[in-house]
């Protein structure tokens, strides 16, 4: 692990989008060796890392999605009131370039796969090296597209071949062109021919490398539902034939590995002693869970020990029962105005006294011991969503084998099963899990009644897992949960909840044309509000 890490390290600086003026001359090192010497595997190690890098912890959606999706909730004071962008959707001294730090990250992933796969796509032996690129690739310009629209992609990664001011291509053609990359890979993967090396995922294990690349075509097409019907329902039938996540043994995940510097960054965050104060459960997730005696609450959620100090203190840890969780609800603070917790409907009342008292002491925050893990596993795509995509497309009528009541109840019970990945101090039982499926099967009385509740399972399974980023991506497809905005004074989204981030700041300025072209396709502008092209 350590060797891995290490050239992650060593490449994850070479690339970035593939725009850089004069690329081979400065990347070029006459004292090294050539291009054609490097293990371009590394490659795939590098890319995973910056992947899961970027869409975790400060770097990714904690500070906006978490709470937009209502999935967290802070009073947004003192030292962490970077949450207010999330909970508030009110801008910090950095939003700007939080909002960037996804789109400047994910395309510097993008590239490294994308060298492999120009290093070695005439290789027939490395062939599987190649696809499980191509998957990475895609993956990465998926979280791109999905949270800005238009964005350079049959353009990017040229800065070799000097194209330095890449052209936006439009959403629509993104997913098509991402699609039929992914389709083509998948059917190249080879059992006979060599292993991917240094992979962090799934240690060169090609069938489970197929299962991944057929598990993300299933979430690419549902994302489709509403702006493409058609090609929605034939790649979901695809990527069903093709073999999709079999259980949670498949899960694609990447752990932490602290002792040699590479910790989970999602732990990382919730461990600063600010931010393990300030951030807490949304009311909003703990009353979903509660209302069907979810037994995650547990694994998941604790009230603090009493008092400030006890509060901020990370190694204290607290009361975890069932009974006595409660989320915090969103938009407010501790500032002393009509807006302070102490005047939310239903506050539960401070603890401590005096210096040592705290307002919102008896809400719950992430588990000490599950969420301040530097070991923990940081989730790309589980059993558990795909199988809840499978449940809706059954619904939809599509060829996706078992009825939607089974894949609902499989996805259900991997989302419970796959905490245990998360953190061996929130494992669930087989049999608890089983039980709690079967207790609590999919309503099928009408389609609208069946959407609603695999949408509002899939938004909270992937919430506890910390994928921000999908549970308010698959919240702007499928309208699931009905999520009630908040309205705070100075907010930059009108009282509703974002739909995209904006661009980064320097694309207007260093890709201006092109730039200007991507905005055009968004109603209002590059604004916080405007649909992405799937977004209906």
């Not at 080879?190 to 993300?216: H, R």
Request: some cysteine; charged content about 15%.
């Amino acid at each position: 692990m350590k060797r891995i890490f290490l050239y992650a390290s060593l490449t994850a600086s070479l690339l970035y989008t593939g725009c850089t003026k004069d690329f081979k001359e400065i990347n070029t090192d006459p004292t090294q060796s050539s291009p054609a010497a490097f293990n371009s595997d590394y490659f795939l190690t590098a890319s995973q890392a910056r992947y899961i890098n970027v869409t975790t912890g400060y770097e990714g959606a904690i500070l906006f999605q978490s709470g937009w999706a209502q999935i967290f909730a802070s009073t947004t004071s003192g030292a962490a009131n970077y949450y207010s962008n999330m909970d508030k959707y009110v801008p910090s001294g950095n939003t700007n370039d939080y909002a960037a730090r996804l789109w400047r990250g994910c395309y510097r992933a993008a590239s490294l796969a994308n060298e492999i796969i120009k290093n070695y796509g005439a290789d027939a032996n490395r062939v599987n090296v190649v696809s499980a690129a191509t998957v990475m690739k895609v993956l990465c310009m998926q979280s791109v597209a999905d949270t800005y629209g238009d964005c350079p992609y049959t353009e990017a990664f040229q800065g070799a071949n000097g194209v330095n001011l890449p052209k936006y291509d439009k959403q629509s053609d993104v997913y098509t062109a991402m699609l039929t990359e992914l389709d083509a890979a998948l059917t190249k993967f080879d059992a006979n021919k060599a292993k991917p090396t240094a992979d962090l995922l799934y240690a060169g294990d090609v069938a489970k490398w197929k299962k991944f690349g057929y598990s993300l075509m299933l979430r690419l097409a549902m994302r489709l539902t509403k702006a493409d019907a058609a090609k929605a329902k034939l790649y979901a039938e695809k990527a069903y034939a093709g073999g999709t996540f079999a259980s949670a043994a498949d899960d694609a995940i990447i752990k932490g590995d602290d002792a040699n510097g590479y910790r989970s960054e999602n732990a990382r965050s919730l461990g600063t002693p600010a931010d393990f104060y300030q951030v807490r459960w949304s009311k909003s997730l703990i009353d979903f869970l509660k209302s069907t005696t979810d037994p995650r609450v547990s694994m998941i959620a604790e009230v603090p020990q009493s008092g400030l100090a006890a509060n901020q203190n990370v190694g204290l840890a607290g009361d975890n029962s069932f009974a006595n969780q409660l989320g915090l609800p969103n938009g407010w603070d501790m500032d002393g105005g009509t807006t302070d917790i102490s005047r939310s409907p239903g506050f539960p009342g401070a603890t401590g006294t005096g210096g040592d008292a705290t307002p919102i002491g008896r809400y719950s925050r992430p588990r000490s011991v599950v969420y301040t893990d530097l070991n923990g596993g940081q989730f790309i795509l589980t059993y558990a969503e795909t199988e809840l995509l499978l449940a809706e497309a059954a619904v939809r009528g599509w060829n996706v084998g078992p009825t939607a009541t089974v894949h609902y109840r499989n996805g259900v019970t991997g989302a419970l099963l796959t905490l245990g990945n998360l953190n061996a101090n929130a494992a669930i039982s087989s049999a608890t899990a089983t039980a709690y499926a079967t207790a609590n099967p999919l309503v099928t009385t009408t389609n609208d009644a069946a959407l609603k509740m695999i949408n509002e399972q899939y938004w909270a399974t992937t919430g506890i897992l910390m994928n921000f980023n999908e549970a308010w991506n698959n919240w702007r497809r499928s309208g699931y949960p009905t999520l009630t905005p908040v309205v705070y004074t100075g907010n930059f989204s009108g009282g509703t909840i974002p739909r995209r981030q904006i661009y980064p700041t320097e694309e207007a300025s260093a890709n201006g044309a092109n730039y200007r072209i991507g905005v055009a396709s968004l109603t209002g502008g590059d604004v916080w509000t405007a649909r992405v092209w799937w977004d209906k």
